[in-house]
């Protein structure tokens, strides 16, 4: 039986999204896609093979993208958003993974929507409602990727 790497070997349906997809959210960023890749790509640059990118938003208009690795250090940047309605939210994902949805999305703005630190991102695109991107969290270790205040 040949494997095409998407799917478990006889796993013969793809999961309902209706089940990943947080019903609530409690935070919904729209942002510019383009600025959100390019900030992304420069974040992730520095990530090392884990890609793992910390994502901290506050009241306001702006968020924060951040990388560390032992290596070389920290890197963060803030990116103006066009819209936030917010619950403060710190939450960590696969940079790559993120870069991927964003290449694909060639949109002029994406939203962001979030029910948790540990729930899955719902990416939609805003001139298509009917594209949903699904991307999981990745859980750091250590409380300082997760605490909202970034503290």
């Given at each position: ?64 993208l ?6 070389i250090?920290?890197v ?5 958003v ?15 993974c ?8 060639a ?11 540990l ?18 969290p ?14």
């Amino acid at each position: 039986m040949k494997h095409s790497g998407c799917w478990p070997v006889g796993f013969s349906r793809i999961p309902s999204f209706d089940r990943l997809a947080p019903s609530a959210c409690s935070t919904v960023i729209t942002v510019n896609s383009g600025s959100l890749l390019r900030t992304l790509q420069r974040v992730t640059l520095l990530a090392g093979e884990s890609s793992l990118v910390r994502l901290r938003v506050t009241a306001g208009t702006r968020l924060e993208l951040r990388s560390q690795t032992a290596e070389i250090g920290d890197v963060a940047e803030e990116l103006p958003v066009d819209k936030i309605e917010v619950q403060g939210l710190s939450i960590c994902f696969n940079g790559s993974c993120m870069r991927d949805i964003l290449q694909a999305a060639a949109d002029a703005a994406v939203q962001l929507s979030f029910a948790g630190p540990l729930k899955p991102i719902i990416i939609r695109l805003t001139d298509n409602r009917d594209a949903l991107y699904i991307l999981t969290p990745i859980r750091a270790h250590g409380q300082r990727y997760l605490n909202p205040t970034g503290s």
